[in-house]
């Protein structure tokens, strides 16, 4: 296993002790003589900094070129969200057919849990490392042995506020759950489980169109914070690929391929947010119209409409 880290500057006043941040890790395999060899794995590269998996199979007889295939992880492991897209294959033929859609599935989960074992034992080795580092550094400056108490108190504060940062997560899940449950209500329920709580109808009506105007906010929000992150993700491969960090040619053009996809799917976002203006016009207007001639809003004065 090799692990290549990230660049640090250069200095004397440098710790020893400072954990630095992996970029990727190769892992290299024996050949496997009991499997094919377009189903036995040569090397698998996990690249951190562009959050891809890269797998290469062993070398046939006389064969000068190497199967190989290309994950893009998601940023969500459920099967629904998976895009057979994000998998690029470079199958020798006849030896080996291209995955089928579940087959790539299981194959990239089980490739994520392979590294995240492999951050963690490039960790626990890191450690180890410093450690020895440390003792030894030590040694050599002080002559006396020191031994610390372990701080209960603070430990306990420490695991405390763990645990808080816990509970907090686990409620804004369960609160995002909530509110997307609630979102995909028709109105009438809506309208019925404000009026349990408020008998009077212009309070009800408001907060109904209070909420309509947070939950399309919140709806764009997040499209556009998709597309940061995705514009994002395309920059730092355009420019790793301006640099020539490449060394192979093949991880190149795939990872061109992975560009070209990323394109496509900014694209998509750009158009869903230049249409969002006249969509949210379009479902008010709708919602304004149900709430007009809803019965217990007949009394009020009417909503105006959107041109």
């Avoid at 377009?38 to 199967?67: K, M, P």
Wanted: proline residues 2%.
């Amino acid at each position: 296993r090799k692990c290549i880290f990230q660049q640090t500057q250069k200095n004397n006043g440098q710790h020893l002790n400072v954990k630095r941040k992996s970029v990727s890790i190769i892992e290299k395999y024996l050949r496997d003589k009991s499997k094919h060899k377009d189903r036995d794995i040569a090397t698998i590269s996990f690249n951190l900094e562009f959050n891809s998996i890269y797998v290469q199979y062993q070398y046939g007889e006389g064969q000068i070129t190497q199967s190989s295939r290309l994950f893009q992880k998601p940023t969500s492991i459920r099967k629904e969200d998976f895009d057979p897209k994000s998998v690029i294959e470079d199958i020798v033929y006849p030896y080996e057919g291209h995955l089928k859609t579940h087959e790539a599935y299981i194959m990239l989960r089980d490739l994520i849990e392979a590294e995240k074992e492999a951050l963690h034992n490039v960790s626990k080795l890191e450690d180890d490392i410093i450690q020895m580092i440390g003792i030894r550094s030590q040694e050599r400056t002080e002559f006396n042995l020191m031994i610390d108490s372990l701080d209960w108190d603070r430990n306990h504060g420490i695991r405390k506020l763990l645990q808080n940062e816990n509970d907090k997560k686990l409620a804004l899940s369960k609160r995002d759950k909530k509110t997307n449950t609630d979102n995909s209500l028709p109105y009438y329920v809506i309208i019925k489980r404000h009026f349990k709580q408020d008998k009077n109808a212009l309070n009800v009506r408001e907060k109904i169109i209070q909420h309509f105007r947070q939950n399309t906010k919140k709806r764009f929000i997040r499209t556009k914070e998709l597309f940061i992150t995705k514009q994002f993700k395309l920059q730092s491969m355009m420019k790793a690929l301006e640099t020539d960090c490449f060394k192979e040619a093949e991880l190149k053009n795939k990872t061109l391929i992975l560009c070209s996809l990323l394109k496509n799917e900014l694209n998509t976002l750009m158009l869903k947010m230049e249409r969002y203006n006249e969509t949210r016009i379009e479902r008010y207007n709708n919602l304004v119209l149900y709430l007009n001639s809803y019965p217990d809003f007949k009394t009020l004065l009417p909503l105006k409409l959107y041109h």
